[in-house]
């Protein structure tokens, strides 16, 4: 069965920083991953998906993430912080092509001083 | 109009009692899926649909049952509520074309058991 982890439930950055959340996963098979952020008192909203494609993936809001297969890693960054990324972010995995459901790791919280 | 709806937004119930969180979705999706999220927990998997004839329990199935009543409504019963299912419970949809698997999201149903 497939999992993600997350390192690093809080990571605080400066307005202007490089932000990197953390993201591992264990599958069986090729997996899809995705990134989804969460806005206070709102649902989900998809920043960005691999689908065995190319490993560098953009985003909405510059954000981009890489999947390394070796390292079975699938991290999102973003070059220069922005107050109004303050956000929970998940990352998530299925089974690729068997379509199985999402499993999401615990999420980070980002917070961004100005 | 939102694609995924959840009703209703917000709901305090007693212990002990029934109750009932929709969901419908406009997107023509054939899969839906319930998640519940708790602080620290990210959101874990209560049930899953891939076609009105799919039910599949998810990874914390217990205390929660589900009904697809077609193929745009899935609903989500707590038989008997207690206070440990107070948290913010999540409606999702996803298609089943190869290369997609992205799931939309609801704005959620908070619900508190008291």
């Known amino acids: 069965a497939q999992s993600v982890t997350q390192l690093g439930s809080h990571v605080s950055v400066s307005e202007g920083a490089l932000v990197l959340l953390r993201c591992n996963y264990s599958?069986?098979?090729?997996?899809?991953l995705f990134w989804y952020v969460q806005y206070p008192n709102q649902g989900l909203q998809l920043l960005l998906k691999?689908?065995?494609?190319?490993?560098l993936v953009k985003g909405i809001n510059g954000f981009e993430a890489e999947f390394k297969k070796s390292e079975t890693s699938f991290h999102l960054t973003k070059p220069s912080a922005h107050m109004s990324d303050a956000a929970e972010y998940f990352c998530?995995?299925?089974?690729?092509?068997?379509?199985?459901?999402?499993?999401f790791g615990k999420g980070t919280t980002l917070s961004v001083s100005s | 109009d939102a694609d995924v709806t959840q009703t209703p937004r917000n709901r305090i119930t007693k212990t002990g009692k029934r109750i009932m969180l929709e969901c419908s979705q406009t997107k023509g999706h054939d899969r839906m899926y319930w998640y519940r999220q708790d602080p620290g927990l990210g959101l874990r998997l209560i049930y899953y649909s891939f076609d009105v004839k799919d039910i599949n329990k998810g990874e914390i199935s217990d205390g929660y049952s589900v009904s697809r009543q077609a193929q745009a409504k899935f609903s989500l019963s707590l038989e008997s509520a207690i206070p440990n299912q107070t948290a913010l419970y999540f409606c999702a949809t996803s298609d089943s074309g190869a290369g997609s698997t992205e799931a939309f999201f609801g704005q959620g149903t908070r619900l508190t058991v008291v």
């Open positions: 691999y689908t065995s494609a190319a490993t």
């Open positions: 599958s069986s098979v090729p997996p899809y």
């Open positions: 998530a995995v299925s089974e690729g092509q068997a379509g199985t459901a999402l499993i």
